[in-house]
C-alpha cells in the first residue's frame, strides 16, 4: 500500500495507494469538515486547486445529515462528488473539545451534542460503523485527545485505553469489510499514537500499537496546548519507533513551517483547517510570508496577492480588490482567499516533494521553513 521511494535524512517520499487513487507524499489533506470546505469551495474547485485527498469529520456528519443517510446517497464519495482519495477523523477531537458533559469509560464515550443538547453514545465500533457508513479510503481509530497539560497518570492510563479501543476498531473493520453491502471493502484502518508530551508514554504506545500491523500510524494530540518546541521534541521521540513501511501522519498541524519541520522529522500526512480559516479571515500566504489583505496599503496595490502564485486567483484579481470584497462583506472575498491559501498550501507539499526528488529538500528547509513564518 505503501512505497517509500526516497529519503534525505529522515525526510520521505513516498506514494501511498487507495481504492480511489495513489496519494504522493508529503501530502497536505484538505479539511472538508461537514462534506465541504468552509469558504464556498466545492469539491471541483478541490480539484483546480491540485488537492490530493478530502479529509472529513466523522463527529460532525454523524450528527449532521447522518452517516446512516450518506450511506442512501452512496458513500461520502458521491454524497459530495469527490472522486479522489478520502480520510475521515474518528470524532475523537471534536468530542473531546467541542461536546458538553462527556463521560469516558471503558465502552466508550457519552457526551451531548454541541448542535441540539441530545445525549450521544459512540464507542470504537460505532465510531468504526460510522466511517464505514460514509466509505472514506482512510478511517481512524477511535481515541481520547487530551488537553495539555495533563497529569501523568492520567495520559498513562488514557493511551492503555486508547489501544484497547483500538483493539476493538481493527476486529470491527474486519468484519465490516467483510460484508456483502460494504460502501468501500478497501477502507483502511489509521492507528493514533497518544502520550501528551511524556517521552516514555508516547514510545510505548507506538510499540504497541505498531505490532497491530495496520496500513498507517498517526501522531494525535498535538497542537492542543504545547509549544512548538514540545511538539517538535514529541514528534523526534516518536519516530523513531513508527513503522518505516507505513505512511505517517501527523495530526491537525499546521503552519507552512510546521509541514516543513514536520516532513524534515519524517512525516508524509498533515492536515489543518489554518489555510481556510485563516483565509476566511484575510490572512494570506505567500511564499515571502503571511499578508492580512485587509490592511489599507493594499486598498490601491494592483499586484496579485503573490506575485510568485499561480493559482487561478493570482492570475485574475488584483490585491485591491480582494481587499475591497472585504470591506464590503462580499462572500466572494472569503472563497478567493479561501481558494488561494489551499492552493498554497497544495503546492508547498508539492514543492517538497519535488525537492525531495532532487535531492535538495534541506536547502529548501533552509530557505523556507522560517520565511514563510514572517508577517509582512
Not at 145 to 158: F, Q, R
Not at 203 to 225: C, E, F, K, N, R
Request: charged share 25%.
Amino acid at each position: 500500500m505503501f512505497e517509500l521511494i526516497k529519503t534525505e535524512g529522515r525526510a520521505r517520499r513516498g506514494r501511498f495507494h487507495t481504492p480511489h487513487g495513489p496519494v504522493e507524499t508529503p501530502v497536505f489533506m484538505n479539511v472538508g469538515t461537514q462534506a465541504a470546505i468552509k469558504g464556498g469551495l466545492s469539491a471541483r474547485d478541490l480539484k483546480e486547486l491540485g488537492c490530493q485527498i478530502e479529509l472529513s469529520n466523522t463527529y460532525h456528519l454523524h450528527l449532521r445529515p447522518g452517516d446512516g443517510l450518506v450511506r442512501q446517497m452512496g458513500g461520502l464519495h458521491k454524497f459530495m462528488n469527490w472522486s479522489g482519495p478520502m480520510l475521515t477523523d474518528s470524532g475523537g477531537f471534536q468530542i473531546f473539545s467541542l461536546a458538553k458533559l462527556r463521560k469516558i469509560t471503558e465502552e466508550g464515550t457519552s457526551f451531548n451534542s454541541h448542535i441540539d443538547g441530545r445525549h450521544i453514545f459512540i464507542s470504537p465500533e460505532d465510531s468504526v460503523r460510522i466511517q464505514s457508513n460514509l466509505g472514506s479510503d482512510i478511517a481512524m481509530a477511535f481515541d481520547e485527545c487530551i488537553k495539555l497539560p495533563a497529569p501523568y497518570d492520567y495520559v498513562k492510563a488514557s493511551a492503555e485505553r486508547t489501544y484497547r479501543w483500538l483493539v476493538r476498531c481493527k476486529a470491527e473493520l474486519e468484519r465490516l469489510n467483510g460484508l456483502p453491502d460494504t460502501v468501500n471493502p478497501g477502507q483502511m484502518l489509521f492507528g493514533i499514537n497518544q502520550g501528551a508530551t511524556y517521552a516514555d508514554i508516547r514510545t510505548s504506545h507506538m510499540d504497541a500499537i505498531a505490532q497491530l500491523d495496520l496500513p498507517g500510524y498517526a501522531i494525535g494530540g498535538l497542537a492542543v496546548g504545547e509549544s512548538t518546541q514540545e511538539m517538535y521534541d514529541t514528534i523526534d521521540a516518536t519516530e523513531e519507533h513508527m513503522p518505516k513501511d507505513k505512511p505517517r501522519y501527523l495530526m491537525g498541524v499546521g503552519t507552512p513551517s510546521n509541514i516543513i519541520e514536520g516532513v524534515h522529522r519524517g512525516i508524509d500526512f498533515f492536515d489543518c483547517v489554518m489555510p481556510a480559516r485563516n483565509g476566511r479571515h484575510g490572512h494570506l500566504f505567500t511564499w515571502d510570508g503571511i499578508i492580512n489583505i485587509k490592511n489599507e496599503k493594499y486598498a490601491r496595490d494592483p499586484e496579485p496577492i503573490d506575485p510568485e502564485c499561480d493559482c487561478p486567483v493570482c492570475g485574475t484579481y488584483s490585491r485591491s480588490y480582494i481587499r475591497h470584497l472585504f470591506a464590503a462583506g462580499e462572500i466572494l472575498g472569503l472563497r478567493l482567499a479561501v481558494a488561494h491559501n489551499l492552493y498554497f498550501y497544495n503546492k508547498l507539499t508539492e514543492r517538497i516533494r519535488q525537492s525531495l526528488d532532487e535531492g535538495r529538500f534541506e536547502a529548501f528547509r533552509s530557505r523556507y521553513s522560517e520565511a514563510l513564518s514572517r508577517r509582512k
